[in-house]
């Protein structure tokens, strides 16, 4: 088994003339060729056929842990069951839902009552997961490599791969095209840049390649990557759109925020009606109206936000935008004293948000409280926060519907597991803002106890690393709302255990040596997603392995950073942390220098 490897990424012509002229370097000879083709924004995943018939079909992973998805295949258009020949071999590509299958997903997973996808990529990992569904979603397989053909240059490997049977990205407008010089090359990628709106797919780059199968070899690979490949990166998507109106929603902690209502927009193969506005003083700033024609992207090609509207294409129909007197939930007072509004009720606004934050993974844990759930339990009257979970009884839960005994004993038995919980999640289930699953063991591993973490005032607070003067303010004055829930979870005995460990007193242990572990010292960052023995943890689970190890979590690369752990599409953390010479691992070289603290599998 052939490890499967990512790719290194360049944003603009100058970086990818800089990336040509040092593999020539390394080649010690001009570049034969190149070849130019999309770089798809699907889920890599290597087919195996053996006899020429597909055996297993497995999703990117180190090379030994990959994930079986074989039990999809059959809906996988474009990936053959038999191949026009009989051999062996592994065809590896991409699997995605094109535009027009991505809305006849949403469309039958809405019929089947269930939530609509939010994004073709996560639509498609989910479906080629997904296992003993009511109802079947097609995808689409576009292959780009083999394992087992003859060494050949990789246009003429597209076209072994289409004769055997399988589908490749020549069969679109953005054909894979060899390519002479760097210049053309550079033509061709603005090529593909200006069909990506017209393409019936989402494309997150351009890749360039090597044609030439000596070159490729002469190149060789990195511990990560090719060195005679890169990703050429896109700017984000710019559409035109009209803003037709403006939501106010309540979040769990009782921020209200605003959301633009759109004309449908399709960006990066995806219809966009709504977007982010941040918050009333930035619709203030943009000089944003009802009507405008306003720019319209997606940040990491990912959340959509409004960027500024075409005031000069005003017709006098504009309106202004009517910000909010009152709470549009509970209709009580707005606290518009800092930039993010926020019901003067704060989180008792939210009940049901707040419980099921509360339960969540990083937080409380609490299986089998989920949505639903959540809402049965407040609109019943049985919870008003997290803190009536540990007051339900049998009874109770017995008179909600779809509740039996089973239920009920399961569900009671995760809300007493959830009770002795470390004080690092009880913390983070109060959904203190300013603070998540990394600070609050920051928090609990300071103070070591929920006493003095409420004891504790601004100047205080501040003394933990990572939270400055204005967060430290922000979170005792949240400690001071939160007082009575405190009083509540504390009569439950919630939050009295200690698993973090606990910061040294300064005088008690003057001369003793810092805490050990592989990374002492080490600010680290992680980016891009894991693979090996990291794929099964989520990214506040990895930031906890950092900081076991001694290590300080961060979400952003700067000078202060000493590791990144660059997963796949590391993105541009990664060409930060080159161009500040800071240390780089792969999950794969990360999870070796943590092995000891790795969780059993």
């Keep these: ?116 996808f939010a994004h073709p990529r996560s639509g498609a990992a989910g479906t080629l997961r997904a296992k003993d569904r009511p109802y079947r979603i097609e995808l689409t397989f576009f292959a780009y490599s083999a394992i087992g053909l003859d060494d050949l240059g990789h246009i003429a490997l597209l076209e072994n791969l289409a004769a055997l049977g399988a589908n490749t990205a020549a069969s679109t407008a953005a054909a894979p095209t060899r390519c002479e010089t760097v210049e053309q090359v550079q033509e061709r990628i603005d ?47 710019h559409k035109v759109t009209r803003l037709l109106g403006v939501e106010w929603n309540v979040g769990r902690t009782g921020i209200i925020a605003p959301r633009a209502v759109l004309e449908p927009v399709v960006i990066d193969g995806v219809t966009v009606t709504y977007a982010t506005l941040h918050n009333p003083s930035d619709i203030t700033r943009r000089g944003l109206m009802i009507g405008d024609q306003v720019f319209v992207y997606r940040a990491g090609d990912v959340i959509p936000r409004v960027e500024a509207p075409l005031a000069d294409q005003r017709t006098g129909a504009e309106s202004p935008i009517v910000f909010l007197e009152a709470c549009p939930r509970c209709g009580d007072a707005i606290d518009t004293s800092e930039q993010r509004w926020r019901c003067v009720r704060g989180r008792n606004c939210q009940a049901v948000a707040s419980v099921i934050y509360a339960a969540g993974r990083d937080q409380l844990d609490i299986e089998g409280l989920g949505g639903t759930r959540a809402i049965q339990l407040v609109d019943a009257g049985l919870v008003k926060d997290v803190a009536d979970l540990f007051t339900l009884a049998r009874e109770q839960l017995l008179g909600l519907e779809r509740m039996g005994e089973t239920s009920a004993a399961n569900l009671l038995a995760a809300i007493e597991t ?37 004891a504790a005032d601004a100047d205080t607070l ?51 040596d810092p805490a050990g572990g ?48 660059a997963g796949e599409k590391a ?31």
């Design 462 to 512: 501040a003394e933990v690393d990572g939270i400055g003067s204005e967060k430290a303010r922000v979170i005792a004055a949240e400690l001071v709302e939160l007082a009575p829930l405190l009083d509540k979870l504390q009569a439950q005995q919630v939050g009295t255990q200690v698993t973090e460990p606990q910061k040294p007193a300064t005088d008690a242990n003057e001369g003793e």
């Design 1 to 116: 088994m052939i490890v499967e490897t990512t790719l290194d990424n360049v944003f603009d012509a100058d970086e990818l003339a800089e990336w040509a002229a040092g593999l020539e370097r390394r080649l010690g000879h001009p570049v034969a060729g190149w070849c130019v083709e999309p770089k798809l924004d699907g889920l890599a995943v290597a087919a195996r056929y053996r006899g020429g018939r597909l055996v297993q079909v497995l999703t990117r992973g180190d090379g030994l842990a990959g994930e079986d998805i074989t039990h999809a295949a059959d809906a996988v258009l474009g990936l053959p069951q038999v191949l026009t020949k009989p051999i062996d071999v592994e065809l590896r590509g991409e699997v995605l839902l094109t535009t027009a299958q991505f809305e006849e997903a949403n469309r039958i997973r809405l019929a089947h009552e269930a939530t609509p």
């Design 418 to 454: 959830a009770r002795g919980a470390a004080l690092s999640r009880v913390f983070c289930a109060l959904g203190v803002r300013g603070t998540g699953r990394t600070m609050s063991r920051r928090i609990a591993a300071h103070f070591g106890s929920m006493a003095a973490i409420r």
């Design 571 to 601: 993105g541009s953390k990664r060409t930060k942390a080159e161009e500040l010479g800071i240390r780089i691992l792969n999950p794969e070289e990360f999870a070796v220098l943590v092995a000891g603290l790795l969780p059993t599998p």
């Design 191 to 237: 090529v593909i840049a200006g069909l990506r709106g017209e393409l019936p797919f989402g494309i997150d780059g351009v890749v360039v390649k090597a044609d030439t199968a000596e070159d490729q070899r002469q190149a060789g690979n990195g511990s990560r990557a090719p060195r005679w490949a890169v990703a050429r990166k896109l700017a984000a998507e």
């Design 518 to 565: 592989p990374l002492a010292g080490q600010a680290v960052v992680v980016t891009g997603s894991m693979t090996g023995p990291l794929a099964v943890l989520s990214r506040n689970e990895m930031n906890e392995l950092i900081e076991q190890a001694g290590g300080k979590a961060s979400s952003s690369v700067s000078k202060r950073t000493t590791l990144l752990v």
